[in-house]
């Protein structure tokens, strides 16, 4: 699958640099993931757009959090996520969702 990892389209143009931005200065790390081209991304097979990540639009944020086994392995797992809201935002709009989805977020536990 080719991959979009910039954006062609303009919300993902317009969005990307003001996550990757926001998410430094929260400390935050961001990993990309490129879902194509506009067909393959449309596709209702797509990876992506089936569990575990069942997302509805490019982009997306979502956190990601680690969970235990009952066999004692850790996997990730997908938590909170948005959207379709940062669809059609302006750039002060993404980092305003940005900031808030960033902040409500669950910190990590306390391992020591």
Sequence with gaps: MPACLVGRCGDCRRATPVIERVAR???CTVLRCGVGDRPAWKDA???LRNVPMSLQ???SLVEWKWDV??????QGVPGASIGSELEDCSEV???????TFVQ???PPEDKR
């Design 45 to 47: 097979g797509h990876p």
């Design 57 to 59: 639009a490019v982009p």
């Design 25 to 27: 200065e929260m400390g």
């Design 69 to 74: 086994r009952d066999d004692g392995q850790v």
């Design 93 to 99: 709009e993404v980092e305003a969702l940005v900031r």
């Design 104 to 106: 409500q977020l669950s």
